[in-house]
């Protein structure tokens, strides 16, 4: 079986119910992800957004709903065809998620030598290819420790793409960058989804790096999809919730303010028994 | 009364990890035979856990050899019978002080670093980038650990036993006189083969506990720098106590 699907929805969310604890991360979510393009997922921290990459990986399984990922229905997969479904996935972790003992090269030849019989010569040419792609090849040698965290992420990167994957996962890759960095990973991302044909889905909740690459973009709020639509038409909408993430206003339906007794009762000390 | 509640909430708790323990053991059985096709992997391990422990164990295996053959000079002597030196220090050390020492050490060395490579994996998402991978981290990350564990641990004793030997005879012959020709051959008479299964039997089980206790400690932590410490505490803990509670089990068995 493969991600091969015709035009349209290479991902679809219907329904999903899914809580931690008495906490309930979603209840009723529906989203559709189309093929060959790169849609935004943002949202506020905490709302669920990595959650929501786990159950479309099938790391976590949703209490109720259906997630299916091209002829996959991922919450029924035992684990041999969520493997197989995986092999077709990259994902981009936060820090990168490199292995630690192994050199460059090594980590981004991982995949193809954990999964394939391909010959020594064959794979070294794969991932200089791949090095090249992101900017690193000079740096094969080097180990995780003494690359910066956008170079990091960058080996990451190529070694998300080494297996040819369908669909490419990066959950706020944006996260702890300089500007620099930043701007390099924008414009990878743009140009390997196009290069490579790939469906890309990019988490994160910087509105401005998103804009420069996301072609369809969804807003999850408590539990649900808040709004979706192209970037441009999600920063002009007017909606108070929408307005407030989208420009950073400090104060919204999302209080600035943790709750709190009154604030001059507060500072008279009558709160106090409360505490 | 809250002295009975709280032996009794640690004992149910003991009760519950050594059923997660198990379960994860026979995982680890079950994917055995796939690891042990990868061979190079798990001789990778073995050289890692040995090559960790070596040193501290021949030093310590020599200075407990120094240490008994003093002690058991001077308690020997007192029967006129210091003669059987050589025997008694080495069924000491083959049935008792080499497998239980060596597995203590084992624990607080090779053990902890085990643990914290893998608490350290799993809590900078080096393990789930793994299973993104299509890699299982249990059959790729875990199991080539345990087994190298399994098999260092038999080799580290067996060092441990001859050198702790050699440094009886350090004492008894060198040192106190005793003749090398009656060292040795009271050592032949005294110690059956019998005693060197039960050093071998217990060697295996404890390499077996060590192993486990350090890679289910790093592949349950919780993912964070404080649960990565907490799980290398907690393996020297519990391997010595069950180290110990086993062989008493073993040797009262065996008797
Ligand atoms: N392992 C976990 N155990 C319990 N609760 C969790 C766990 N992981 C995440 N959560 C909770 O689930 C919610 C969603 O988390 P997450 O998906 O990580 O949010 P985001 O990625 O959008 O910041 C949060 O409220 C978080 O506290
Ligand atoms: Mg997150």
Redesign the pocket.
Known sequence: MTLAAPEGNLIELRGVRFR??A?R?FDGLDMTIPKGKVTAVM??????????L?LITGQLKPDAGSVRVGDYEVPELGLGRLYEMRRQMGMLFQNGALLTDFTVFDNVAFPLREHTRLPERLIRHIVLTKLHAVGLRGAATLFPGELSGGMNRRVALARAIVMDPDILIY??PFVGLDPISMGVIVRLIRRLNDALGLTSIV?SHDVNELEQVADHSYL?AEGRVVAAGAHRELMEEDSPLVRQFMHGEADGPVAYHFPAPEYGEDLLGRGQERR | MGLVREIGATFAAFIHALGSMAIFLGRLIMYTPAGLLRFRLVVQQVHNAGALSLVIIMLSGFFVGLVLGLQGFDLLARFNSENVLGGATALALIKELGPVVTALLFAGRAGTALASEIGLMKATDQLSAMEMMAVDPMKRVVLPRFLGGVIAMPLLVAIFTAIGIFGAWVVGVALMGVDPGVFWSQMQSLVSMDDVREGIFKSIVFGVAASLVAVYEGYTAWPTAEGVGRATTRTVVITAVSVLILDYMITAALL
């Open positions: 931690r604890g906490f991360v949202g506020p921290s905490g709302t669920g957004k990595t959650t929501l786990r959950d706020e988490v999850l």
